[in-house]
């Protein structure tokens, strides 16, 4: 088993810049793909981004691509989201979340543990 508390999040201008980390508990963390997924007010947890279990892999979702970057650091049990160029239609909680496969995946299912999630909120 594996929790998820992430970091981060904040009041950002849009074109503006924010980092979000997601630490993980335990010594498994590099068997896990990882990937974050966002819920804005009234609609569904959306994927973002997904990594695979040594970081080789990446999958984004077509409204981040080019802006976001997934990364994580195994010695830190810690994934990563770099989200440049921000806009207002990003604002959203944005949840980490574990998939004991180890498959890099979007299907919000096929994750087996989540974070309590990061507002992030992007002003025009």
């Known amino acids: 088993q594996v929790q998820l508390v992430e970091s981060g999040g904040g009041l950002v201008q849009a074109g503006g810049s924010l980092r979000l980390s997601c630490a993980a508990s335990?010594?498994?963390?590099?068997?896990?793909?990882m990937g974050w997924f966002r819920q804005a007010p009234g609609k569904e947890r959306d994927f973002v981004a997904a990594?695979?279990?040594?970081?080789?892999?990446?999958v984004y979702a077509d409204s981040v691509k080019g802006r976001f970057t997934i990364a994580r650091d195994n010695a830190k049990n810690t994934v990563y989201l770099q989200m440049n160029s921000l806009k207002p239609e990003d604002t959203a909680v944005y949840y980490c979340a574990a998939d004991a496969r180890g498959i890099v995946t979007k299907r919000i299912n096929d994750y087996d543990y989540w974070g309590q999630g990061a507002q992030v909120t992007v002003s025009s």
């Open positions: 990594i695979s279990k040594a970081g080789g892999i990446t």
């Open positions: 335990g010594r498994t963390f590099s068997y896990y793909a």
